[in-house]
C-alpha cells in the first residue's frame, strides 16, 4: 500500500511523498507525517550484507512510495558518492564500550549533509513529476550546520535558488566562514541580529503568508524547504540507523533481533525521530536518548510532560543544538495523541500563544521508550576530554553532550544494551571548543592555527572542508533585523512591491 503524507494539523490535507517533498510545510503549518510505516521486505540479516546506497534504496523505496526504482536509485547514487570521504558513508567507531555512527564524512562535515545530499535530487524529481514549471526557492533558517549543507546541496542545481538565515552571532567561526564564502549564483547567505529561533519563525512565517506566496508565483517562484520540517530531510535519515544495526550485526557485536539504543544530541528533534521512524519500521531499538544542552527544553519536557519555550535563551558550545522550539516533536506529539490533527492542532497553538503546553497522562505513558539528559559546558568540555585521554579519540562538542548524558543514563540505569551514539559533526568544524577541552593552555592561537593543533593531537587528516575556507573569499556580507528577512527574500528574487 502506498505511503501517502498527511499534516499533523489536519487530516484531509492528503498529498503524495513526492508532493510533500515539494510542499516543505503543510498550508497551516502543520508538518507532513505518513499515514503508515510499512515494514521492510528484507531481513535485517540481509541488510547487513548491503552497502549504504542498497540500505538506502530498501529504505527510502517504502517510505517514498510514487518515486520509480529508477528515479530512487538515481538520486541515491547521485548523493551517495565520492562527496563523502569513506565507502562506508557512516562508518561505526568503538571507543569506551559505546560506537560512535560518523554522520560527519559529506561534504560539510557535519550529519545535515546525510540528508542535504540527497534533498536536492529528490525535490528536482519531485517537480519534474508534478509538472512544476516555478523555479524552487529554498528558505532555510540554520543554527549553523543546515545552512552550509544545504548551500552545497542546492549551489548550481538548475531551477532553484537558496536563501540562508543564520543568527549572527550564534554559530561558530568555522561554520559562518563556511557559509559566507559560499559559491554559486543562486546562493544567498544572510546573518540576522536574532538567534536561531527568530530566524526559524521569521522563515515560518513568510512560508505561511499568502501574500507573499502570490508575488512570488507572479514572478515564476515557489517556496520549498530544507529543513528537518521536509519529510525529504527525515527520511533519508532513517538510513543510517538501519545501517549502524546492519554493521552491528555483521561484526558479530549483535544477534539478530537484539535490540540496541540509539543516543542523539537532539536540536529541531530531526534526528531522533528519524530513529523513532526506523523503529517503526521494524529496526529493534530499546531506549531513544534524547542529549540536550544548557537549552534543556526536551529534558524538562520528558521529565514533567509540559514543553515551556519561556526561558532565556543560552548561547552555548554546541551551537547547532541551541533551540527552543524543536519543530519536528511536533510529529512525536501527533502520534501520541493518537494521530488526533485536533488534539495536536491545540497544543501548537497553545505553544504560539502562551510559549507552553502539557500533555495528558496517556501521552505520557507512550513517551516510555524515551530518556531525557542533558550536559551542561563543563560536562561537555569534561567529555570531549575524558574520550580523548582515555582512547585518543576526539569528539566534537555536540557529540560530547550525547557522550555525557548516555554516561549518565548508564550510572542511572545499569542498562548494558549495546548502544550507538549518534556522532553529528567532525571536532574540526568546532575545533576552538574542541581544543580547549583538550589542551586550554593553546587558546590563545587563532583558529586556522588551532586547525593544525587538533590535526597532530587527533592524528585524524584535517578535512578538505576547512582546507578549502582558510583562503577563500567572503561573497555574503549581507546582515539584517529580524523584520527585515522578507525584505531580503524579495530583493534577492527581484521582486518589489
Ligand atoms: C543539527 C545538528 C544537531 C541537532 O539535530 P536535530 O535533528 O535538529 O535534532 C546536532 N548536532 C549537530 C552537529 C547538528 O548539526
Not at 527520511?235 to 544477534?255: E, K, N, R, S, T
Not at 490533527?341 to 500533555?359: E, H, R, V
Not at 550525547?402 to 571536532?427: C, H, M, R
Request: glycine share 8%; net charge negative; hydrophobic share 40%.
Amino acid at each position: 500500500m502506498a505511503v501517502l503524507y498527511h499534516s499533523t494539523r489536519n487530516d484531509d490535507a492528503v498529498v503524495t511523498a513526492s508532493q510533500a517533498i515539494l510542499k516543505g510545510l503543510s498550508d497551516e503549518g502543520g508538518l507532513f507525517v505518513p499515514d503508515h510505516i510499512p515494514a521492510w521486505e528484507k531481513s535485517l540479516k540481509e541488510l547487513s550484507g548491503m552497502t549504504y546506497q542498497e540500505v538506502a534504496y530498501e529504505v527510502m523505496k517504502l517510505m517514498l512510495s510514487d518515486f520509480t526504482e529508477e528515479e530512487l536509485k538515481t538520486c541515491i547514487d547521485c548523493a551517495y558518492d565520492s562527496k563523502f570521504d569513506t565507502d562506508k558513508i557512516a562508518p561505526l567507531k568503538e571507543a569506551e564500550g559505546a560506537y560512535y555512527l560518523e554522520l560527519f564524512h559529506g561534504r560539510t562535515i557535519a550529519f545535515k549533509d546525510m540528508a542535504l545530499s540527497i534533498l536536492p535530487h529528490l525535490m528536482t524529481t519531485a517537480a519534474r513529476k508534478n509538472g512544476v514549471k516555478k523555479e524552487i526557492v529554498i528558505l532555510t533558517a540554520t543554527s549553523g550546520d543546515t545552512g552550509k549543507a544545504a548551500l552545497e546541496g542546492f549551489a548550481g542545481v538548475p531551477g532553484t535558488k537558496i536563501i540562508v538565515f543564520y543568527p549572527k552571532n550564534g554559530v561558530s567561526a568555522i561554520q559562518e566562514k563556511q557559509m559566507v564564502t559560499q559559491k554559486g549564483d543562486n546562493t544567498f547567505v544572510v546573518g540576522i541580529k536574532g538567534n536561531f529561533d527568530d530566524a526559524q519563525t521569521g522563515v515560518k512565517k513568510m512560508f505561511g503568508d499568502k501574500e507573499l506566496g502570490a508575488e512570488l508565483a507572479a514572478c515564476g517562484y515557489q517556496f520549498s524547504s530544507a529543513n528537518s520540517i521536509n519529510i525529504g530531510r527525515l527520511v533519508p535519515q532513517m538510513v543510517y540507523y538501519v545501517y549502524a544495526y546492519a554493521q552491528l550485526l555483521a561484526d558479530g557485536v549483535i544477534q539478530e533481533g537484539e535490540a540496541m539504543n540509539v543516543v542523539v544530541p537532539t536540536g529541531n528533534f530531526g534526528n531522533i525521530l528519524a530513529a523513532y521512524y526506523a523503529k517503526e519500521m521494524g529496526l529493534p531499538i530499546h531506549k531513544f536518548i534524547c542529549a540536550s544542552n544548557d537549552n534543556k527544553v526536551l529534558f524538562d519536557f520528558f521529565a514533567t510532560g509540559t514543553y515551556d519555550r519561556n526561558r532565556e535563551f543560552i548561547l552555548t558550545t554546541s551551537p547547532s543544538m541551541d533551540i527552543l522550539i524543536s519543530s519536528n516533536l511536533e510529529r512525536l506529539i501527533y502520534k501520541i495523541a493518537g494521530e488526533d490533527a485536533a488534539a495536536n492542532a491545540d497544543f501548537m497553538k497553545s505553544l504560539n500563544t502562551t510559549g507552553k503546553y502539557t500533555i495528558t497522562e496517556d501521552m505520557k505513558a507512550k513517551l516510555a521508550d524515551f530518556y531525557g539528559g542533558y550536559a551542561t559546558e563543563a560536562d561537555t568540555a569534561a567529555a570531549i576530554k575524558r574520550i580523548y585521554d582515555n582512547c585518543g579519540y576526539v569528539i566534537d562538542t555536540h557529540t560530547a553532550v550525547a557522550a555525557f548524558v548516555y554516561e549518565q543514563y548508564k550510572a542511572a540505569t545499569g542498562d548494558e544494551t549495546k548502544t550507538v551514539i549518534a556522532s553529528t559533526a567532525s571536532p574540526y568544524k568546532f575545533t576552538r571548543s574542541v581544543m580547549d577541552a583538550i589542551a586550554p593552555e593553546k587558546s590563545d592561537a587563532e583558529d586556522f592555527a588551532l586547525v593544525d593543533e587538533l590535526s597532530g593531537m587527533s592524528k585524524v587528516q584535517i578535512p578538505d572542508a576547512i582546507a578549502e575556507i582558510r583562503t577563500a573569499d567572503i561573497l555574503h556580507k549581507t546582515v539584517c533585523e529580524v523584520e527585515d528577512m522578507c525584505k531580503e527574500v524579495k530583493g534577492f528574487l527581484g521582486i518589489c512591491r
